[in-house]
Structures are given as structure tokens and as C-alpha cells.
T-cell receptor, first 116, second 115 residues
Framework: DQQVKQNSPSLSVQEGRISILNCDYTNSMFDYFLWYKKYPAEGPTFLIS?????DKNEDGRFTVFLNKSAKHLSLHIVPSQPGDSAVYFCAASGQGSGAGSYQLTFGKGTKLSVIP | DSGVTQTPKHLITATGQRVTLRCSPR?????VYWYQQSLDQGLQFLIQ???????AKGNILERFSAQQFPDLHSELNLSSLELGDSALYFC??????????????FGSGTRLTVV
């Protein structure tokens, strides 16, 4: 049962335009949502997060939107740059089996290609 | 360099064998997480340790085990290896038990190939 879904395996965008990456989740108990970026041969790198009580968080060119009623979040990158080409993972934080401990549940990722 | 060190970077071994993957967390981080990324799969949570104690288990097979040592480094042991165990294994670390706002810091992973 996949609790975090990224339905688009890939996305191509022209440099300077907006990139929109989407993510859906099923578990209403998730309390934070995060986006990670991953380059080949490297580990995922934290990008931006949003609390479940917010609907928007912005950090420079990156903005994450959360729609709790639809259980949907999106990452907007404006303007897109060739260096943004990477795999983007959506993740959700939820309490795991251990008391007081939280783990991240990840989607399968979306490969973003920004074309110069 | 993220500060999380994983060794080895690549490992090729035969079915039925046993391997040990090693992780040194970022300085000051007490929590260590292990994730598996198989082909076309997202990162699957395996297990979490905090300050030497197991704190949470995910989809970890009985053939797999882990531990965190007093110096906080962690090892993931994979035994009776099968072809399907071929994957990228990531270690991540965080200061506390609940890195919800800032997430974990990941290492660059160990690519395991079982032949």
C-alpha cells in the first residue's frame, strides 16, 4: 500500500519556465511533508518542507503548496534552471512503531529535466 | 559532502552470501535510519536507531539486521542474499527522533549487486 504517490515518473520543462511536481498521499495523520532532490550517484538532499497546518511555504525559487482536503501537495520551481535537473522525492512524516519517533515515507520520485 | 559516510560505495556478491554495510552519521546526530531503494521503487524505510537503541522497524526482512554502536556508527547486515536484494541502500541521520521540519541528512548510498 503506497501512502505517498508521485504519479509522474518524469517531467520536462524549458529553462526559465515553471516546474510543477505533484504528490498525493493517503494517510491523514502525516504531520509534515518534505521534498528532496537527488542527483545521480548522490544521496537525496533536503529541499523544503511544510507543516500540515499550513497551505504554503516558500524558499527562494521553491514553493510548496498543500491541499489537505485533496491530500495533495505540489512543488513549484520558478524560474527553472538546468541545474534543477534531478529526481525529486516527495516525503511525508508520520509516527512510526517506536514511541516518539517519526520516519519519512517517500514517493517513487519524479525525474525533472530542465532544457536549456 | 553531507557528513554521512557510507562504505563501501559498491558491492558485488553472490547469492547466499552475507554482507555488512557501514554508516557513520553526521557529527552530533544520534538517530540513524536505513532505507532501501530498489529499481523503480521509492525509498523504503528499513529500520531506525537512536543513541544505540532500536526505535522503529519498517519493511525489514528477517534476513536483515542492524545495530548502532556506542560511537554511533551503524551497520546493516544482509544475509542469505537473493537476487532481489540488489538495490541502493541509504543511511541517513538526524539529531533527534523526529526530524519532521528539516528531514534527515542522507549518505551517498551503497549499491549492492547480487549475482
Amino acid at each position: 500500500d503506497q501512502q505517498v504517490k508521485q504519479n509522474s515518473p518524469s517531467l520536462s520543462v524549458q529553462e526559465g519556465r515553471i516546474s510543477i511536481l505533484n504528490c498525493d498521499y493517503t494517510n491523514s495523520m502525516f504531520d509534515y511533508f518534505l521534498w528532496y532532490k537527488k542527483y545521480p550517484a548522490e544521496g537525496p538532499t533536503f529541499l523544503i518542507s511544510i507543516s500540515s497546518i499550513k497551505d504554503k511555504n516558500e524558499d527562494g525559487r521553491f514553493t510548496v503548496f498543500l491541499n489537505k482536503s485533496a491530500k495533495h501537495l505540489s512543488l513549484h520551481i520558478v524560474p527553472s534552471q538546468p541545474g534543477d535537473s534531478a529526481v525529486y522525492f516527495c516525503a511525508a512524516s508520520g509516527q512510526g512503531s517506536g514511541a516518539g519517533s517519526y520516519q519519512l515515507t517517500f514517493g517513487k520520485g519524479t525525474k525533472l529535466s530542465v532544457i536549456p | 559532502d553531507s557528513g554521512v559516510t557510507q562504505t563501501p560505495k559498491h558491492l558485488i556478491t553472490a547469492t547466499g552470501q552475507r554482507v555488512t554495510l557501514r554508516c557513520s552519521p553526521r557529527s552530533g546526530d544520534l538517530s540513524v535510519y536505513w532505507y532501501q531503494q530498489s529499481l523503480d521503487q521509492g525509498l523504503q524505510f528499513l529500520i531506525q536507531y537512536y543513541n544505540g537503541e532500536e526505535r522503529a522497524k519498517g519493511n525489514i526482512l528477517e534476513r536483515f539486521s542492524a545495530q548502532q554502536f556506542p560511537d554511533l556508527h551503524s551497520e546493516l547486515n544482509l544475509s542469505s542474499l537473493e537476487l532481489g536484494d540488489s538495490a541502493l541502500y541509504f543511511c541517513a541521520s538526524s539529531v533527534d527522533l523526529s526530524p519532521r521540519r528539516t528531514g534527515y541528512t542522507f549518505g551517498s548510498g551503497t549499491r549492492l549487486t547480487v549475482v
